[in-house]
């Protein structure tokens, strides 16, 4: 009996289940559907193989419940059994039955795979997620806290909270703690606001725009604070370091990054440091610096949404040096502002030095450029597939890439850029070409050529939106939304002659989308084109547009007013040209020498044959 109770401990509550719909008469090749999946459960892999596994399960529960139920409960058993050859159960008999042979039920785990104890829906997007056991489930929940079932789909809140309960009961056998701020309420249903007090005994490290200093830190009365006049009304370090940060309110990308690096300091400066940003020194600066090269754990954490209590300041263990030194770039800078402000009375970054790296041979990484016969014959596939009525995709495709392959536009540019600043313009050699003006990076406004077949890209891609491009007063974005959403939010945001043109980070999602299309449907790829493909992104097309014109002798500071470089430096990264040419004919040296030394090794000395010629 021993050995047969170790077998039934295998049951698990998903067998119940199973066992219950059995009870009340539903299909076998339903149930298998239903509660398993075939690569987890292969008694489910057929209607029979169902059948027998539930009977024997059945039978097995039957006989525990005659051994520990009731006698009762066993003298009605032995009586259906003795009737109709094995027990006819009713739905409430079963669970009498379930009470008798409770320790039939499994344990949960740490190793149990989750098709074990989850339905074949959930457990198949966990899956998909990484998940592939019920201790990865829970390094899962602790990782991402509350809202861990966000990135899963079809699991929702309410699922969610069964999940984490089922975890929290289970945590004896499975030998795992669910971490406790992986509570039942999602952390982003809190208030968007609740300020949080730094600095106190808790240590809380919040984002800049829910946190509050305590009185003792807040720098009102920081030594480094100036006697002068000041000219911003700042009364302590966090208002301050807001109004420095309230320049860059017109520039979002420089505006997160300056903001990460300020709210980086200033908790360290508060929960490590334990003094106010205005009563650093130079000592202090210094230690940061060193801060930097090896956080401690607790500023460390996943990726997760400011607003998320899992939020931290660090998303690794360690900074690269250049990353490093943008940070004491940007600190000194900020502080310097803050002098010229009269805020502070002077500036402990000018005592710091910059952290060591290393000077690359070019700052930009244009290894992503396609190589000229890869770039034509993308623009040969995605021509031929847009030609099609019915791909309007492709045609969005088309316009996009060419946009920024032939103009060597940014993402932002693209998306910004606006028919009523795309004009004909007259060539001395008679050809035709277009000149679109643009406000690129630091606002400043540039022309660039552009291309008749960009032109005609965007025009059939303005005929899908039902809009003329080639009306006397086009206007409108380049490139915009062929399907708006039904939603009122989008409805309003597209009103008839109020068009919206793509967010650039959608342009990440089309290129994506493209990439899979090419690698699907391209023949011949080399490894080495197929590696630089699945490496594709929007920018790829940008630095294409560098190489290929720096490689066809378009003149360096022609190269670098179409980019928009403020360097032309900058923009010599692109010739790589030279560089092939140079290695080219070096390489070309080391075959000649190669050549003369295996002939004359061949020869022998004096021109006396050697062994091998009298063969």
């Known amino acids: 009996m ?23 008469r539903l299909p076998p090749a339903v149930i298998a559907r239903t509660y398993f999946n075939e690569d987890d459960d292969p008694h489910a892999a057929t209607p029979g193989a169902m059948e027998r596994y539930l ?71 966990l899956k998909a997620r990484g998940v592939a056991t019920l201790s990865d489930l829970v390094a899962y929940c602790n990782a991402r806290g509350g809202s861990w079932w966000r990135s899963v789909p079809r699991v929702g809140p309410g699922r969610a909270r069964t999940i984490v309960a089922w975890l929290r009961r289970h945590e004896g056998t499975l030998g795992l703690r669910v971490d406790e701020d992986v509570d039942l309420a999602d952390p982003l249903a809190a208030a968007d606001h609740d300020i949080v007090a730094v600095g106190g005994p808790s240590g ?103 607003k998320s209590l899992r939020w931290r300041p660090f998303a690794g263990d360690e900074l690269s040096p250049e990353s490093r030194l943008y940070a004491v770039r940007v600190l000194r800078a900020a502080f310097a502002w803050l002098v010229e402000m009269r805020y502070l009375a002077g500036n402990p970054w000018k005592g710091v030095r910059d952290p060591v790296t290393i000077q690359r041979e070019g700052e930009i990484q244009i290894d992503r450029a396609l190589t000229r016969q890869l770039w034509a014959d993308i623009r040969s596939h995605v021509r031929r597939r847009s030609s099609a009525h019915e791909n309007q995709r492709w045609r969005v495709v088309h316009g996009l890439m060419l946009l920024m392959g ?53 025009r059939a891609h303005w005929r899908d939106r039902g809009d003329d491009f080639d009306a006397p007063k086009a206007a409108g974005p380049l490139l915009s939304p062929i399907v708006i959403p039904r939603t009122d939010a989008a409805q309003k945001k597209h009103l008839p002659g109020e068009r919206q043109p793509y967010r650039p980070d959608t342009f990440n999602e089309i290129v994506d989308w493209l990439r899979k299309r090419l690698l699907a449907e391209l023949d011949n790829l080399s490894p080495a084109t197929h590696a630089q493909l699945e490496q594709m992104t929007p920018h790829a097309f940008r630095h294409t547009f560098g190489t290929l014109a720096a490689a066809n002798d378009v003149p360096l500071d022609v190269v670098q007013r179409v980019l928009g470089h403020r360097s032309i430096q900058t923009t010599s990264i692109y010739l790589q040209a030279e560089k092939r040419r140079m290695m080219n004919e070096v390489g070309a040296m080391f075959e000649r020498r190669d050549a003369k030394e295996t002939a004359s090794r061949e020869d022998g000395p004096a021109g006396v044959p050697t062994e091998a010629s009298d063969r």
């Open 2 to 24: 021993a050995e047969k109770l170790d077998l039934q401990r295998q049951y698990t509550a998903k067998d119940f289940a199973a066992l219950r719909a059995f009870v009340q």
């Open 55 to 125: 009977r024997d399960m059945l039978a097995a529960l039957v006989a525990l419940a005659i051994e520990h139920g009731s006698p009762v409960l066993a003298d009605h058993l032995k009586a259906s059994i003795r009737k109709h050859g094995s027990a006819k159960l009713t739905a409430a008999s079963l669970k009498m039955v379930e009470d008798a042979a409770r320790l039939a039920v499994a344990k949960p785990a740490a190793a149990h795979g989750i098709g074990m104890w989850f339905r074949p829906m959930v457990a198949r997007y």
């Open 204 to 306: 809380a490290l919040v984002p800049l725009e829910r946190m509050a200093l305590r009185a003792v830190l807040d720098g009102s009365a920081g030594v480094n604070r100036s006697v002068a006049f000041p000219y911003i009304a700042a009364r302590n370090d966090l208002a301050a370091v807001r109004a420095w940060l309230h320049l860059y309110r017109d520039r979002p990308k420089t505006l997160r990054a300056y903001t990460k690096e300020a709210e980086r300091f200033l908790l360290w400066s508060v929960t490590v440091r334990g003094k106010a940003l205005s009563s650093l020194l130079v000592d202090d600066c210094e230690a940061y610096k060193d801060f930097l090269a090896l956080p401690s754990p607790s500023f460390i954490g996943t990726r997760a949404p400011r």
């Open 406 to 458: 032939d103009s060597g536009l940014r993402r932002e540019e693209a998306a910004g850029a606006r028919r009523e600043r795309l004009q004909p313009y007259p060539m001395d050699d008679g050809t035709d070409v277009w000149a679109l003006t643009i406000v690129g990076k630091r606002n400043r406004e540039r022309t660039v050529p552009v291309s008749v077949e960009t032109v005609d890209a965007l």
